[in-house]
């Protein structure tokens, strides 16, 4: 279940927060749900709900891109 | 329910024409904005945008401007609005803010807010977000493509309130007057800002008066929602599937290594799913993009393969989301710098979204475009005016050939939608001569529909010493062509000093690390600096150019005899 909460830096202080599905960063609010593999924040609905059903299906928490992954690009790629 | 949803819906007609009132409020920012600011790169390179925005931060007027601009801009309204709040607006207050770590696209672009009031209630936002020429920082011109951290790149505005009222706020107007190197200019071109946002607000003010703040908030909300379900539509005639795509940058100004961006591109249903992670980590150097450059460069993309009746506003970006890493390319993380990649990167990515589209779409994709700006800055003590000058000079590239039509020749690449700096304006202002100003023979890829064609410009240097910085790119790369259409010639910045017979690198003369990314090079009267900007990519096979479209290119000296026989398969009288 995800919950709203606030960035609450002070005003002198710099805290970057970023979504972590679109990677954008948060100025104040933003969504915080639980999973196996730790906390994340999301900047908004759309986000989390990309997260569950595009992000953990696709890629996999702690995703990184492999070695040789221009070759599979390029490999796709319309010429 | 808010006063909008409560309203009755507004019939088609009436929308239509509150969302062209929308547009032409914009427009006219952009004519005050035009015939009153001070610096070339505002009144004859139109680099800024002009927009409207609801309470909640949500674009829901533009006009035909600078598409990283409007693409992005409401991430650093909506940043501005958390930040500050909107009870932080009062009449007459104008807001300021460029922070690329606030929801900005790089430090030169400048954001002016101001609310437009109706019986003491805020009813929306006009905004003008403009490219100041000159902000600090290390290089004159604050384009340093050496700098290594945001603090380098100029002077970092948050969200402040520089009008308070319709007062000066003065001492914010002292922190950045003091801080720019051409302070009478940025003068000039704050108040141009300004004053295209007391135009908008008094063009508000009449469809207030005309249609009443509830309808006018309704027809807003009905406009945001109608441009969402087009593009829903528009994607939905896509073929789902996952498409790939990807390019790079050829370097960052500090070291000569490529940096590559990646998109996975989904599309499921009414849905598009702009998956960047497998983008390289960001650089070092200045070509970082920030992540609303990034999304701004997809909502671009799409927009250039969809109808073009859908009225652009924060509805239609809603269908098209994104997925970054922060610390890419394409999602700088802080203290990163970012200049270029606002410039040079973002019509990288956004071919890169063409191209994937274009295994969706084929029938409207589109060889690459010349992706560079040319950006070229320079400064110094003008010998005959004595004032020290600053000035953002941009090119044209070639765009990429798509069925039907050959690629535009020398145009603002994708993401500026700016014009050219007349010679005149440019010999008036600054100590060059404009020797030669010309398009490149042989510069289009060639295709069934060939790419448009680069420019080459060479400039003579008329004083005794200028300060010069270069961000370039694709000058080791090549915009490529589709469909066994050809790439685009490359792009290239090179120097003859004085005396000598030849034009060399930059490299060469000075040690530069990069030939496309250096600052601060100080050259001499006498010196010749040649831009040449790069081609666009063809489309389709060459050999199925029509023989009289081949000819006539070489009649008009566009395609040299020789790349007509090797590329094309053309004899001239054959």
Redesign the interface.
């Known amino acids: 279940m995800a919950v709203w909460l606030e960035n609450d830096a002070q005003w002198h202080e710099e805290r970057m927060l970023h979504c972590a599905l679109c990677g954008r960063m948060i100025a104040k609010r933003f969504l915080r749900e639980s999973f196996a593999h730790g906390d994340e924040i999301f900047c908004g609905d759309d986000c989390l709900t990309l997260y569950h059903d595009y992000w953990l299906v696709e890629r996999g928490p702690g995703y990184r891109p492999p070695e040789g992954i221009d070759a599979a690009y390029a490999e796709r790629m319309v010429m | 329910m808010s006063d909008a949803e409560r309203i009755e819906p507004i019939d088609p007609v009436t929308l239509s024409v509150i969302n062209n009132a929308f547009v032409n409020v914009c427009r006219e920012m952009g004519t005050a904005m035009m015939r009153t600011s001070y610096s070339p790169i505002f009144n004859e390179g139109l680099d800024f945008s002009c927009m409207l925005f609801n309470l909640r931060g949500d674009l829901i007027g533009q006009a035909e401007f600078c598409p990283t601009m409007l693409g992005s801009c409401q991430?650093a309204m909506?940043?501005m609005l958390?930040?500050v709040g909107l009870d932080a607006f009062g009449p007459g207050d104008v807001f300021i803010h460029n922070d690329p770590?606030?929801?900005q696209c790089h430090m030169p672009e400048h954001l002016v807010v101001k609310a437009v009031f109706h019986e003491g209630r805020p009813w929306g936002f006009v905004a003008n977000i403009a490219h100041v020429g000159e902000i600090g920082g290390m290089a004159p011109g604050s384009f340093a493509a050496d700098a290594t951290e945001v603090y380098q790149e100029g002077l970092r505005l948050p969200p402040l309130k520089i009008m308070a009222g319709g007062d000066y706020v003065r001492d914010v107007w002292r922190i950045v007057l003091a801080n720019h190197r051409t302070p009478k200019t940025t003068w000039g071109d704050y108040h141009a800002m300004i004053g295209s946002l007391n135009v908008a607000e008094e063009r508000v003010q009449e469809l207030l008066a005309k249609y009443g703040a509830e309808r006018l908030a309704a027809a807003s909300e009905q406009l945001l929602d109608y441009s969402e379900r087009f593009m829903r539509a528009e994607i939905a005639e896509m073929p789902d599937g996952v498409?790939?795509?990807?390019d790079c940058m050829e370097d960052d100004g500090i070291t000569r290594n490529p940096y590559?961006m990646?998109l996975r591109l989904?599309i499921r249903g009414d849905q598009a799913?702009c998956?960047w992670?497998?983008?390289d980590e960001q650089a070092k150097g200045p070509i970082n993009a920030t992540?609303?450059v990034t999304?701004a460069s997809c909502y671009s993309g799409f927009l250039h393969v969809v109808s073009d009746d859908i009225p652009i506003n924060a509805g239609c970006y809603r269908p098209i989301?994104?997925?970054?890493?922060?610390g890419t390319l394409v999602?700088v993380?802080?203290p990163g710098p970012s200049v270029g990649g606002n410039t040079e990167t973002h019509p990288h990515i956004q071919n890169v979204v063409l191209?994937?589209l274009?295994?969706a779409v084929?029938e409207r994709?589109t060889g690459a475009e010349g992706a560079s700006s040319c950006n070229f800055l320079f400064g110094g003590f003008h010998p005959e005016y004595g004032d020290y000058y600053t000035n953002y000079h941009i090119e044209g590239s070639g765009w990429g050939g798509t069925i039907g039509h050959d690629g535009n020749s020398v145009l603002c690449p994708n993401n500026g939608n700016c014009r050219n700096t007349p010679v005149e304006i440019l010999e008036t202002k600054y100590p060059f001569v404009v020797e030669e100003f010309r398009l490149r023979p042989d510069s289009a890829g060639a295709g069934r529909w060939r790419g448009g064609l680069a420019s080459s410009r060479v400039f003579r240097v008329e004083a005794p010493e200028i300060t010069v910085n270069a961000l370039f790119d694709r000058t080791r790369t090549q915009g490529?062509g589709?469909?066994g259409g050809g790439s685009g010639a490359s792009s290239g910045i090179h120097i003859q000093r004085a005396g000598d017979t030849a034009f060399r690198s930059f490299s060469e003369a000075f040690g530069t690390v990069s030939d496309s990314k250096f600052t601060r090079v100080a050259v001499s009267r006498g010196d010749r600096i040649r831009l040449d900007s790069a081609g666009g990519g063809g489309f389709g096979d060459p050999r199925e150019r029509p023989r009289e479209s081949i000819a006539e290119d070489v009649r008009q000296g566009l395609v040299s005899p020789d790349a007509a026989r090797e590329l094309y398969g053309y004899e001239e009288g054959a």
């Open positions: 991430f909506k940043w958390d930040e770590y606030r929801g498409y790939y795509a990807q590559w990646r989904t799913i998956d992670t497998d983008s992540f609303v999304a989301q994104l997925v970054t890493r922060p999602n993380k802080h191209r994937a274009a295994g084929p994709a490529p589709i469909f």
